[in-house]
C-alpha cells in the first residue's frame, strides 16, 4: 500500500485519478483505520488530505460558514459563530463518539461513510448544507442528501473528493436541532436519528422548515410532509403531532438486534418532534 500526503487539492485529485488499484481518502481515519485493520479493505492508495491547508479552515462566507473537508468535529464546538448560527450541526457532530474520536473525526468523513445511521448528516441535510466536490474535470457542488446513494457509496466519480462543506446564512429566528436514540448514553450507533430546522416570521408561524431522519432507511431521508406539517403553523401540538406522523410514515427501517422495525418508526416521530420543539426554543431566542 502507498500512502501520499499531498499539501494541495490539485496534486490530491491527480493522484487518485492516476491509480489504477483501489483509492481512499484519508481525513480522521476514524471509520477508514478500522476498516483496514479489521482487513475489510486493502487498499492500494491511501492520500491523506490533512496536509491541505485550506482544507483544514473553517471561513465565514457570504453570511455562512465553509468547513473545510480535514476539520476535524471537536474544532467546530469551539467555534463561536458556528455554534450560534447552526447549533443543530454542531450537536451532531459532536456528538460523534468520544473526545478522543472528535479530536479527528470530520463530518466529511461522516458522510462520505455513507452510513445511514451517521449522526451529522440529518443534521446537515436539515440545514440544506451543499458540499463542493474537486475532480480530474474541475468543481462540482452538490446537496449534502445526494452525496451517499446507498451504504457505503456515494456519488463520488474517480478521482474526486469532497473539499468542504457550505452551512448557508439564514434569516433572523431560524434555528436547528439534532437528537439520535442509543441504547447507551455515548459511543453507540444512532437507532434513529432526528434533525430539525426551521425559521420563523416576525409572528412566530414557520415559514421555513427541513425535516431529516437517520437510521430508518438505506439512506438518509429529507421528509418534506413532515416539514410541510410546521409550515404555516405556530408549531403548536397540533402540528408537531401531525409532524411526528408524518416523520413516522416516511421511515422504511430494518429490523434487527439494536432495534425492531416497529420501535424505529415510533422512535422517529418521538425524536422529530421533540427536535422541532428544541429548534423552535432556539430560534425564539429561549
Ligand atoms: C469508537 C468510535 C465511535 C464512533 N462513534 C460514532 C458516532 O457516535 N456517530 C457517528 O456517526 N459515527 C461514529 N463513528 C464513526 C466515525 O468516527 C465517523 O463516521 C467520522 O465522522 C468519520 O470521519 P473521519 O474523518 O474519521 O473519516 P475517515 O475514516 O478518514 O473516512 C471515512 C470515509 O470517508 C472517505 N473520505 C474521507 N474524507 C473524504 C473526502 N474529503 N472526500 C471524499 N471521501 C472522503 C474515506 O475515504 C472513507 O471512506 C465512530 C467511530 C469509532 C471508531
Same mark, same amino acid.
Given at each position: 500500500?502507498?500512502?501520499?500526503?499531498?499539501?494541495?487539492?490539485?496534486?490530491?485529485?491527480?493522484?487518485?485519478?492516476?491509480?489504477?488499484?483501489?483509492?481512499?481518502i484519508?481525513a480522521g481515519?476514524?471509520?477508514? /483505520?478500522?476498516?483496514?485493520? #479489521?482487513?475489510?479493505?486493502?487498499?492500494? !492508495?491511501? @492520500?491523506?488530505v490533512?496536509?491541505?491547508?485550506?482544507l483544514?479552515?473553517?471561513?465565514?462566507?457570504?453570511?455562512?460558514?465553509?468547513i473545510g473537508a480535514a476539520v476535524p468535529s471537536?474544532?467546530?464546538?469551539?467555534?463561536?459563530?458556528?455554534?450560534?448560527?447552526?447549533?443543530?450541526?454542531?450537536?451532531?457532530a459532536?456528538?460523534?463518539? %468520544?473526545?478522543?474520536?472528535?479530536? &479527528?473525526a470530520t463530518m466529511t468523513g461522516n458522510l462520505c461513510n455513507? #452510513?445511514?445511521?451517521?449522526?451529522s @448528516?440529518? $443534521?446537515l @441535510?436539515?440545514?440544506?448544507?451543499?458540499v463542493t466536490i474537486?475532480?480530474?474535470?474541475?468543481?462540482?457542488?452538490?446537496?449534502v442528501?445526494?452525496v451517499?446513494? *446507498?451504504?457505503?457509496?456515494?456519488?463520488?466519480?474517480?478521482?474526486?473528493i469532497v473539499e468542504s462543506i457550505? /452551512?448557508?446564512?439564514?434569516?433572523?429566528? %431560524?434555528?436547528?436541532?439534532?437528537?439520535?436514540?442509543?441504547?447507551?448514553?455515548?459511543?453507540?450507533? $444512532?437507532?434513529?436519528?432526528?434533525?430539525?430546522?426551521?425559521?420563523?416570521?416576525?409572528?412566530?408561524?414557520?415559514?421555513?422548515?427541513?425535516? #431529516?431522519?437517520?437510521?430508518? $432507511?438505506?439512506?438518509?431521508?429529507? @421528509?418534506?410532509?413532515?416539514?410541510?406539517? !410546521?409550515?404555516?403553523? %405556530?408549531?403548536?401540538?397540533?402540528? !408537531?403531532?401531525? /409532524? *411526528?406522523?408524518?416523520? %413516522?410514515?416516511?421511515?422504511?427501517?430494518?429490523?434487527?438486534?439494536?432495534?425492531? &422495525?416497529?420501535?424505529?418508526?415510533?422512535?422517529?416521530?418521538?425524536?422529530?418532534?421533540?427536535?422541532?420543539?428544541?429548534?423552535?426554543?432556539?430560534?425564539?431566542?429561549?
Amino acid at each position: 500500500m502507498r500512502y501520499e500526503a499531498p499539501t494541495t487539492v490539485d496534486r490530491a485529485v491527480s493522484l487518485l485519478a492516476a491509480e489504477k488499484g483501489l483509492t481512499f481518502i484519508l481525513a480522521g481515519g476514524t471509520d477508514l /483505520l478500522v476498516r483496514m485493520k #479489521s482487513g475489510q479493505i486493502e487498499p492500494d !492508495l491511501v @492520500v491523506d488530505v490533512k496536509r491541505i491547508e485550506p482544507l483544514r479552515r473553517i471561513t465565514a462566507e457570504g453570511g455562512g460558514y465553509r468547513i473545510g473537508a480535514a476539520v476535524p468535529s471537536a474544532e467546530l464546538g469551539e467555534h463561536e459563530g458556528l455554534r450560534r448560527l447552526w447549533p443543530g450541526v454542531v450537536e451532531a457532530a459532536n456528538l460523534i463518539g %468520544s473526545t478522543q474520536i472528535q479530536g &479527528r473525526a470530520t463530518m466529511t468523513g461522516n458522510l462520505c461513510n455513507a #452510513s445511514p445511521a451517521a449522526d451529522s @448528516v440529518p $443534521a446537515l @441535510v436539515a440545514a440544506g448544507a451543499t458540499v463542493t466536490i474537486a475532480g480530474p474535470r474541475g468543481r462540482r457542488e452538490l446537496p449534502v442528501e445526494d452525496v451517499a446513494t *446507498a451504504p457505503g457509496k456515494t456519488a463520488l466519480a474517480k478521482g474526486e473528493i469532497v473539499e468542504s462543506i457550505f /452551512l448557508p446564512a439564514r434569516p433572523p429566528r %431560524s434555528s436547528d436541532a439534532y437528537l439520535r436514540f442509543i441504547p447507551r448514553t455515548e459511543m453507540d450507533i $444512532a437507532v434513529v436519528g432526528a434533525g430539525v430546522s426551521l425559521t420563523l416570521d416576525d409572528k412566530g408561524i414557520c415559514k421555513a422548515a427541513r425535516v #431529516s431522519l437517520g437510521a430508518v $432507511a438505506p439512506r438518509v431521508l429529507l @421528509v418534506k410532509e413532515a416539514a410541510d406539517a !410546521l409550515i404555516g403553523t %405556530s408549531i403548536d401540538e397540533a402540528a !408537531l403531532d401531525n /409532524l *411526528a406522523a408524518a416523520a %413516522s410514515a416516511a421511515c422504511r427501517p430494518i429490523d434487527d438486534k439494536r432495534g425492531t &422495525r416497529e420501535f424505529r418508526i415510533q422512535v422517529a416521530g418521538v425524536l422529530a418532534r421533540r427536535a422541532a420543539a428544541i429548534a423552535l426554543r432556539r430560534a425564539k431566542g429561549q
